[in-house]
Nanobody
Framework: QVQLVESGGGLVQAGGSLRLSCAASGRTFSNYIMGWFRQAPGKEREFVAG???????LYQDSVKGRFTISRDNAMNTVYLQMSSLKLEDTATYYC???????????????WGQGTQVTVSS
């Protein structure tokens, strides 16, 4: 079992930055594929970024060049650094973990409770 706890969300003006963190329980964090997803009101959940256990990274096209995913296996934590935030980045952001499969697919085994990111004009 893995428990995931996100933090770092909040209200930010357009153009600003936030860093989300996701702390994971368990001793085998380094073996997990970690992903960030988001869901805006009235919209389906979408993939934002993911990082494999060997460090391969994928991003959704709309966040490339603005968001950076990273992981610290010693701290059992994955981060999402978000810069140049836009109104359309407003959503609840979820951290997720799994041990196999494609980074971009939604079949993650473990999910956090989510953290709200609101971008204002």
């Amino acid at each position: 079992q893995v428990q995931l706890v996100e933090s770092g969300g909040g209200l930010v003006q357009a153009g600003g930055s936030l860093r989300l963190s996701c702390a994971a329980s368990g001793r085998t964090f380094s073996n997990y594929i970690m992903g960030w997803f988001r869901q805006a009101p009235g919209k389906e959940r979408e993939f934002v970024a993911g990082i494999s256990w060997i460090g391969s990274i994928l991003y959704q096209d709309s966040v490339k060049g603005r968001f950076t995913i990273s992981r610290d296996n010693a701290m059992n934590t994955v981060y999402l650094q978000m810069s140049s935030l836009k109104l359309e980045d407003t959503a609840t952001y979820y951290c997720a973990a799994k041990t196999r499969g494609a980074v971009v697919s939604h079949d993650y085994d473990y999910w956090g409770q989510g953290t709200q990111v609101t971008v204002s004009s």
